[in-house]
Every structure is written in structure tokens, then in C-alpha cells.
């Protein structure tokens, strides 16, 4: 880490527990900074992999449910017109 060493000769001029406390709190702050970046890296992970499974659901919906609302449209256009049918011979009593 960029100043790492300045800060670690000013500590060692205040005596061992001002250099100590100074290097924990740099061992802190660099596991803080692994820590992120494997967290960063397991969510851009994620990320795409979701992204993946969208692309794919929207491929889904366009090529297999698009087509099966056209054929229920036209089955219930047959069905309502038989229906209309049924009922005008019924009104009619044949």
C-alpha cells in the first residue's frame, strides 16, 4: 500500500506501541481491502451468471409462451364462435 513505510518510520519515532499500532492498523485495512475485492469479485460472478439465466428466460418467454398465447387465442375463438353458434340454434329451437 502506497505510504506504508513513511507511516511506519513516523510510528518508530514515537516509540514500539506507536509502530505496532500502526501496523495492525494497516494489516486491518489490507485485509479490509482483500476482503472487497473478493466480494466485488464473487458479486460481478453473480452478476453475470443472472444475467445469463435472463437472457435465456426472455428467449423462453418469445419462443414458447408467445406461441402458446396464439394458439389459446384461437382455440378460444373457436370455442366462443361454437358457443355463439350452440346458442343461436338453441334460440332458434332446432
Given at each position: ?67 402458446l398465447l396464439e394458439e389459446c387465442k ?21
Open positions: 500500500m502506497p505510504g506504508t513505510g513513511e507511516a511506519i518510520e513516523a510510528a518508530a519515532g514515537q516509540g514500539y506501541e506507536a509502530c505496532l499500532l500502526v501496523v495492525v492498523v494497516l494489516a486491518m485495512l489490507g485485509a479490509f481491502g482483500i476482503l472487497s475485492r473478493f466480494l466485488l469479485s464473487t458479486t460481478s460472478a453473480r452478476e453475470k451468471a443472472l444475467s445469463d439465466r435472463i437472457i435465456e428466460l426472455e428467449a423462453f418467454i418469445q419462443t414458447t409462451l408467445v406461441r384461437v382455440t378460444n375463438n373457436a370455442a366462443t364462435k361454437a358457443m355463439g353458434q350452440l346458442l343461436d340454434r338453441l334460440d332458434s329451437g332446432q
